[in-house]
């Protein structure tokens, strides 16, 4: 088990950009897949984005493609989205969530694929 904590939400203008930081304890992060969700109110919790064991793996939701980036850094046993070009309807309380999958080369956006999370981050997306 890993012990996960998200954080970098804030409130920006649409265009503007922020970064997402999930921190694990507990157990390195290499040994899991990592993906990121969000939930608006009163919709689904949505994948927008995760990284395999191995980096080269990594997937994105269509609506985030080209504005969004996803990468780990093992040394600082994080993980981070770097959300840029934010348009209103990224506005979500934003969660990270980790996984171990015998592939190094796959990561689901499904979020019942995901045991341990972070506790989620508020993003705001507003002039």
């Known amino acids: 088990q890993v012990q996960l904590a998200d954080s970098g939400g804030g409130l920006v203008q649409p265009g503007g950009s922020l970064r997402l930081a999930c921190a694990a304890s507990?157990?390195?992060?290499?040994?899991?897949?990592i993906a990121w969700f969000r939930q608006a109110p009163g919709k689904e919790r949505e994948g927008v984005s995760c990284?395999?064991?191995?980096?080269?793996?990594?997937d994105y939701v269509d609506s985030v493609k080209g504005r969004f980036w996803i990468a780990r850094d093992n040394l600082l046993n994080t993980v981070y989205l770097l959300m840029n070009d934010l348009k209103p309807e990224d506005t979500a309380v934003y969660y990270c969530?980790?996984?171990?999958?015998?592939?190094?080369?796959?990561?689901?956006?499904?979020?019942?694929?995901?045991?341990?999370w972070g506790q989620g981050t508020q993003v705001t997306v507003s002039s």
């Open positions: 990284i395999g064991r191995g980096d080269d793996a990594t």
């Open positions: 507990g157990n390195t992060l290499d040994y899991y897949a």
């Open positions: 969530a980790a996984q171990h999958f015998e592939s190094r080369t796959w990561c689901p956006l499904g979020p019942s694929l995901y045991t341990d």
